[in-house]
Antibody, heavy 118, light 114 residues
Framework: QVQLQESGPGLVKPSQTLSLTCTVSGGSISSGGYYWGWIRQYPGKGLEWMGYIYFSGLTYYNPSLKSRVTISVDTSKNQISLRLSSVTAADTAVYYC??????????WGRGSLVTVSA | DIVMTQSPDSLAVSLGERATINCKSSQSVLDSSNNKNYLAWYQQKPGQSPKLFIYWASTRESGVPDRFSGSGSGTDFTLTINGLQAEDVAVYYCQQYYSTVPLTFGGGTKVEIK
């Protein structure tokens, strides 16, 4: 059974770049057939899809994030990464990586809380 | 963007009773070429990540109890829990994947025990 684990700093200063890594185990990203996405959840409830990547490197991003978001894949490490630039307090959230099958998400990581504060 | 609106925001149901959660999309998520509704439901328990429960509007994910059922088509969808159990206390989200950029979620419905 595939497992996903997010990792990265829990505190980021305003205007800096948030960087997270998702390590996938129990399955190979390069085997294809799935998209690998990042979704964040704001304090309270709301879920926001940020983007996803295919093992080939093909990416799709949420236009609301404009050019601030970058998702990449390292098939040799079986990892996907998220970078979000110019963060503000509004980017404080729990960040999840998830496996997408047909664009719904059938496996999720535990999530990584990132707080943006000076 | 397709906006997903869930109702109610929260509901309290007695054990063993039925819980009904509604999800409405701002435009149809039905693909007439294959007659599939691009709608998923997730369950999120406190302190946990969301878990896929239903996809294609009515197909239960493996391991999901059959007291959970999804229905609806086009723009109006329902998640029904028949015979609420204590372990069903959670927040439930709908998500459309008809428009893949962006994918969008409903605001969530919190289910509690009355």
């Amino acid at each position: 059974q595939v497992q996903l684990q997010e990792s990265g700093p829990g505190l980021v200063k305003p205007s800096q770049t948030l960087s997270l890594t998702c390590t996938v185990s129990g399955g190979s990203i390069s085997s294809g057939g799935y998209y690998w996405g990042w979704i964040r959840q704001y304090p309270g409830k709301g879920l926001e899809w940020m983007g996803y990547i295919y093992f080939s490197g093909l990416t799709y991003y949420n236009p609301s994030l404009k050019s601030r978001v970058t998702i990449s894949v390292d098939t040799s490490k079986n990892q996907i990464s998220l970078r979000l630039s110019s963060v503000t307090a509004a980017d404080t959230a729990v960040y999840y990586c998830a496996r997408g099958q047909g664009f719904y998400f059938d496996s999720w990581g535990r999530g990584s809380l990132v707080t943006v504060s000076a | 963007d397709i906006v997903m609106t869930q109702s109610p925001d929260s509901l309290a149901v007695s054990l063993g009773e039925r819980a009904t959660i509604n999800c409405k999309s701002s435009q149809s998520v039905l693909d007439s070429s294959n007659n599939k509704n691009y709608l998923a439901w997730y369950q999120q328990k406190p302190g946990q990540s969301p878990k896929l429960f239903i996809y294609w509007a009515s197909t239960r994910e493996s391991g999901v109890p059959d007291r959970f059922s999804g229905s609806g088509s086009g723009t109006d969808f329902t998640l029904t829990i028949n015979g609420l159990q204590a372990e069903d206390v959670a927040v439930y989200y709908c998500q459309q994947y008809y428009s893949t950029v962006p994918l969008t979620f409903g605001g969530g419905t919190k289910v509690e025990i009355k």
